[in-house]
C-alpha cells in the first residue's frame, strides 16, 4: 500500500516552486553564539562604524572592547555569572547594544524588560525570572531602586554618557529640573556603567552550550499570560542566518535605522542583532514615536533598511512635513508585529520608492517565521509570505488538530530551529504551546495554491456573530479604504440576537466630517451582513504597545466599562 503523502509533504514540494532563486530551503546554522556574532563583525570590519547616535559614533573595534570590559567586570565586580538572570531597562542607546553582547559572552540571559512599566511590574517580572540585576537609564532609577533591598546589583547610566558634547549641553539643559532625575549614590550594590567600562584582562567566554538561553523575552503568548519565553544562542542565531540566507541584500553591510525598541524581540532581532551581524551600521533611534526627529534622522543618514510596524510607516506618511524629507534612500522595509494595511503599503512605497515586504513572527519564534521575497515581482501584497529557510507550518483545525486541506482555514502551527526552548518554569504552559516540535501559535490562517500564507486573524481576537466565524483584519482592511480614515481597530460587543456584533474604532483623519453612518454604509457595500459593523466610534488615537500593537484587549475593557447595568448594546 502506497502511504498517501502528509500535507507537510505536499507543502514542502510547494514552497520549493515559490523559493525566489537561489534561495534553498534548507540552509546550514552555523555553531556560534551571539558574541561570537560580533566578534566576528568586528574582526573582519574593525574600523567600519557600528552605531550612530545623535552624532556620536562608535567602530565594531570600540564597541567590541567596551563589550569585553563590562563582561570583565560584571563576572568580577558584580559577581554575575552564567545563568545569572540580568535585567535591561533602556531605550535603543549604545548602552543597550554593550550591555547584550556582555551578558551574551559571560553565559547570563537578558531580561527584556518595557522601560514604561511600573514599579510593580518590573519587580513582578525580576521576581518570576530571579534577576539578579539590573542596568537601566538613571531616569528609571526610582523604579529599581528597591530592588537593592533585595540582593540585587544596579547599573545606572545616562543617556548623555554617549553623546557628543554639544548634544551632551543640549539634553542637560533639558533636563535639569526633570523630576525622574533624583540624585543617585553610588556605593553598595548600585555602580556606574562608565566604570564598569574601564579595563580589565581578557575574558574567556562563559558558553557551555549553545542551546543555553540567553534571552527572556515575556509575551502572552496565545493564553494572554504573561511568561517567558526562553530563546537559546542557537535560536537567535539560526533566526539571524534565516533572515540573511532570505535574500543577497541582507547579506552585506548597509545603513540600519534602528527604530523598533529593541526590548521587544522584533526589535532586536531585525535591529541589532542583523546589523550586528552583517557588520552594518545602526543608527539608534531612542524614541521612534517622535516622527520629526525621525525624518530629520533618515535625511541625514540616508539608511538602506527600515524595520517597522504597521504604524511606524503610518505616522511617517501622515507627518505633515514629510514632503519636505527625502526618503528614497531606503531600499528594503520589513513590516512585522501587527497586519499591514495594503493602502499603507501602497502609499509607503510610492512615497520612498523602497520595497516594503511584510513578514511573520512569535516572541516564541526569535521572532520571524515567515517574509514575502524582496522581489517586486514576487512578493504578494496582503500575505506575509513563504517560510523562512529550515522552517515548516501546518494549517490545522484548532479542535480536532487534524491538517486542513490547502487553502482552508486553520491554525498555524510552526517548528524550526528558531523555535523557543520553552516558557522560563511554566511546564504546563509549554506543554498547551508545543507537541513533538510543533508550536501552536494561536493565529488563524490559510495558504494559497503556491505556498504563500495569509493571515486571518488572531484566534483570541475572533468575533462570532450569528454563528460565524468574523476576523477583525478584514473589516479593518475595508475601513482603510476609506480616504478619511487613519486607522481602524474591530472588536467583538455582546448582542443578545447575534451573540457578538462588530464594533470599529475609528481615528479620523484631522479636519473630516465623515461620520458614523457613512462609514457603516460604506463598510455595508463591501460585507456580508454578519460582518457589517452596528457601531464606529471615533478615537483621538488607538491604545497601543510601544511596539505598535493595538491593545485591542483595552477597547474591550474601555466598551464593557461604558456599558451600564441593565443597558443593552
Same mark, same amino acid.
Given at each position: 500500500?502506497v502511504?498517501?503523502?502528509s500535507?507537510?509533504?505536499?507543502?514542502?514540494?510547494?514552497?520549493?516552486k515559490?523559493y525566489?532563486?537561489?534561495?534553498?530551503?534548507?540552509?546550514e546554522?552555523p555553531?556560534?553564539?551571539?558574541?561570537?556574532?560580533l566578534?566576528?563583525?568586528?574582526?573582519?570590519?574593525?574600523d567600519?562604524?557600528? #552605531?550612530?547616535?545623535?552624532?556620536?559614533?562608535?567602530?565594531?573595534?570600540?564597541l567590541?572592547?567596551m563589550v569585553?570590559?563590562l563582561a570583565?567586570n560584571?563576572?568580577?565586580r558584580l559577581?554575575?555569572?552564567k545563568?545569572?538572570?540580568i535585567g535591561l531597562?533602556?531605550p535603543?542607546s549604545?548602552?543597550?547594544?554593550?550591555?547584550f553582547f556582555a551578558?551574551?559572552k559571560?553565559?547570563?540571559?537578558?531580561?527584556?524588560?518595557?522601560? #514604561?512599566?511600573?514599579?510593580?511590574? #518590573?519587580?513582578?517580572?525580576?521576581k518570576?525570572?530571579?534577576?539578579?540585576a539590573?542596568?537601566?537609564?538613571d531616569?528609571?532609577?526610582s523604579?529599581v /531602586?528597591?530592588?537593592?533591598k533585595?540582593g540585587?546589583s544596579?547599573?545606572v547610566t545616562?543617556?548623555?554618557?554617549f553623546l557628543?558634547?554639544?548634544a551632551?549641553?543640549?539634553?542637560s539643559?533639558k533636563?535639569? /529640573?526633570d523630576?525622574?532625575l533624583e540624585?543617585i549614590?553610588?556605593e553598595? /550594590?548600585?555602580? /556606574?556603567f562608565m566604570?564598569?567600562?574601564k579595563?580589565g584582562?581578557?575574558?574567556?567566554?562563559?558558553?557551555?552550550?549553545?542551546?543555553?538561553?540567553?534571552l527572556f523575552?515575556?509575551?502572552?503568548?496565545?493564553?494572554g499570560?504573561p511568561?517567558?519565553?526562553m530563546l537559546s544562542?542557537?535560536?537567535?542565531?539560526?533566526n539571524?542566518?534565516?533572515?540573511k540566507?532570505w535574500?543577497s541584500?541582507l547579506r552585506?553591510?548597509?545603513?540600519?535605522m534602528?527604530?523598533?525598541?529593541?526590548?521587544?524581540?522584533?526589535?532586536?532581532m531585525?535591529?541589532?542583532?542583523?546589523p550586528v551581524?552583517?557588520?552594518?551600521?545602526?543608527v539608534?533611534?531612542?524614541?521612534?514615536?517622535?516622527t520629526?526627529?525621525?525624518l530629520?534622522?533618515i535625511?541625514k543618514?540616508?539608511p538602506d533598511?527600515?524595520?517597522g510596524v504597521p504604524?511606524l510607516?503610518?505616522?511617517?506618511l501622515?507627518h505633515?512635513?514629510?514632503?519636505?524629507f527625502?526618503?528614497?534612500?531606503?531600499?528594503?522595509?520589513v513590516?512585522?508585529?501587527?497586519?499591514l494595511?495594503?493602502?499603507?503599503?501602497?502609499?509607503?512605497?510610492?512615497a520612498?520608492?523602497?520595497l516594503?515586504?511584510?513578514?511573520?513572527g512569535?516572541?516564541?519564534?526569535?521572532p520571524?517565521i515567515?517574509?514575502?521575497p524582496?522581489?517586486?515581482?514576487k512578493?504578494k501584497?496582503?500575505?506575509?509570505g513563504?517560510?523562512?529557510?529550515?522552517?515548516?507550518?501546518k494549517?490545522?483545525?484548532?479542535?480536532?488538530?487534524?491538517?486542513?486541506?490547502?487553502g482552508?482555514?486553520?491554525?498555524?502551527?510552526v517548528r524550526?530551529p528558531q523555535?523557543m526552548?520553552?516558557y522560563?518554569?511554566?511546564?504546563?504552559?509549554?506543554?498547551?504551546?508545543?507537541d513533538?516540535g510543533?508550536?501552536?501559535t494561536?493565529?488563524i490562517?490559510?495558504f494559497d495554491?503556491?505556498?504563500?500564507?495569509?493571515?486571518?486573524?488572531?484566534?483570541k481576537?475572533?468575533i462570532?456573530?450569528s454563528?460565524?466565524?468574523?476576523?477583525?483584519?478584514?473589516?479593518e482592511?475595508?475601513?482603510?479604504?476609506h480616504p478619511d480614515?487613519i486607522?481602524a481597530?474591530a472588536?467583538?460587543? $455582546?448582542?443578545?440576537?447575534r451573540g457578538?456584533?462588530?464594533?470599529?474604532y475609528?481615528?479620523k483623519k484631522?479636519?473630516?466630517s465623515?461620520?458614523?453612518?457613512?462609514l457603516?454604509?460604506?463598510a455595508?457595500?463591501?460585507?456580508?451582513p454578519?460582518?457589517?459593523?452596528?457601531s464606529?466610534?471615533?478615537k483621538k488615537?488607538?491604545?497601543?504597545?510601544?511596539v505598535?500593537?493595538?491593545?485591542?484587549?483595552e477597547?474591550?475593557?474601555?466598551?464593557?466599562?461604558?456599558l451600564r $447595568?441593565g443597558r443593552?448594546?
Amino acid at each position: 500500500m502506497v502511504e498517501e503523502p502528509s500535507a507537510a509533504t505536499e507543502m514542502e514540494d510547494v514552497w520549493k516552486k515559490s523559493y525566489p532563486e537561489g534561495n534553498e530551503r534548507r540552509i546550514e546554522i552555523p555553531d556560534y553564539t551571539i558574541y561570537k556574532l560580533l566578534a566576528e563583525s568586528a574582526s573582519k570590519h574593525p574600523d567600519s562604524t557600528a #552605531i550612530i547616535f545623535f552624532g556620536k559614533k562608535l567602530t565594531y573595534r570600540k564597541l567590541l572592547a567596551m563589550v569585553d570590559s563590562l563582561a570583565f567586570n560584571l563576572k568580577e565586580r558584580l559577581r554575575l555569572f552564567k545563568d545569572s538572570k540580568i535585567g535591561l531597562i533602556l531605550p535603543n542607546s549604545p548602552q543597550y547594544v554593550i550591555s547584550f553582547f556582555a551578558i551574551a559572552k559571560i553565559g547570563g540571559v537578558v531580561v527584556q524588560t518595557n522601560p #514604561i512599566y511600573t514599579e510593580t511590574e #518590573i519587580q513582578n517580572e525580576y521576581k518570576t525570572t530571579e534577576a539578579s540585576a539590573v542596568i537601566t537609564l538613571d531616569m528609571y532609577y526610582s523604579k529599581v /531602586k528597591a530592588l537593592e533591598k533585595d540582593g540585587m546589583s544596579i547599573v545606572v547610566t545616562r543617556i548623555k554618557d554617549f553623546l557628543t558634547p554639544l548634544a551632551s549641553m543640549v539634553y542637560s539643559r533639558k533636563t535639569r /529640573k526633570d523630576p525622574k532625575l533624583e540624585k543617585i549614590t553610588f556605593e553598595g /550594590k548600585v555602580f /556606574k556603567f562608565m566604570d564598569l567600562l574601564k579595563g580589565g584582562p581578557a575574558l574567556e567566554e562563559q558558553i557551555e552550550s549553545k542551546v543555553d538561553p540567553v534571552l527572556f523575552q515575556f509575551t502572552g503568548g496565545t493564553t494572554g499570560v504573561p511568561k517567558a519565553a526562553m530563546l537559546s544562542h542557537r535560536n537567535l542565531i539560526a533566526n539571524v542566518t534565516q533572515l540573511k540566507a532570505w535574500h543577497s541584500s541582507l547579506r552585506d553591510p548597509g545603513r540600519f535605522m534602528s527604530t523598533l525598541p529593541f526590548f521587544h524581540v522584533y526589535g532586536m532581532m531585525t535591529s541589532l542583532v542583523l546589523p550586528v551581524a552583517t557588520a552594518s551600521t545602526m543608527v539608534l533611534v531612542p524614541d521612534p514615536r517622535d516622527t520629526e526627529m525621525l525624518l530629520k534622522l533618515i535625511k541625514k543618514y540616508k539608511p538602506d533598511y527600515l524595520p517597522g510596524v504597521p504604524t511606524l510607516y503610518k505616522s511617517l506618511l501622515n507627518h505633515p512635513s514629510v514632503k519636505k524629507f527625502d526618503l528614497k534612500s531606503i531600499k528594503v522595509c520589513v513590516s512585522g508585529g501587527a497586519a499591514l494595511p495594503v493602502e499603507t503599503l501602497k502609499k509607503f512605497e510610492e512615497a520612498t520608492g523602497g520595497l516594503l515586504i511584510e513578514g511573520y513572527g512569535l516572541s516564541e519564534t526569535s521572532p520571524v517565521i515567515a517574509a514575502n521575497p524582496v522581489d517586486r515581482n514576487k512578493r504578494k501584497i496582503g500575505s506575509v509570505g513563504l517560510p523562512l529557510g529550515n522552517t515548516d507550518f501546518k494549517i490545522v483545525n484548532p479542535y480536532s488538530l487534524q491538517e486542513v486541506p490547502l487553502g482552508e482555514e486553520g491554525e498555524i502551527f510552526v517548528r524550526g530551529p528558531q523555535v523557543m526552548l520553552g516558557y522560563w518554569r511554566s511546564e504546563s504552559e509549554t506543554a498547551g504551546v508545543m507537541d513533538d516540535g510543533w508550536l501552536r501559535t494561536g493565529d488563524i490562517g490559510r495558504f494559497d495554491s503556491t505556498g504563500f500564507l495569509y493571515l486571518v486573524d488572531r484566534k483570541k481576537d475572533m468575533i462570532i456573530s450569528s454563528g460565524y466565524n468574523v476576523y477583525p483584519r478584514e473589516i479593518e482592511e475595508v475601513f482603510y479604504r476609506h480616504p478619511d480614515v487613519i486607522e481602524a481597530a474591530a472588536i467583538g460587543v $455582546p448582542d443578545e440576537r447575534r451573540g457578538q456584533s462588530v464594533k470599529v474604532y475609528v481615528v479620523k483623519k484631522e479636519g473630516s466630517s465623515v461620520t458614523e453612518q457613512e462609514l457603516m454604509a460604506f463598510a455595508s457595500k463591501q460585507l456580508a451582513p454578519y460582518k457589517r459593523p452596528r457601531s464606529v466610534e471615533f478615537k483621538k488615537d488607538l491604545p497601543r504597545t510601544l511596539v505598535g500593537k493595538v491593545l485591542k484587549r483595552e477597547l474591550r475593557t474601555d466598551q464593557a466599562r461604558s456599558l451600564r $447595568p441593565g443597558r443593552k448594546p
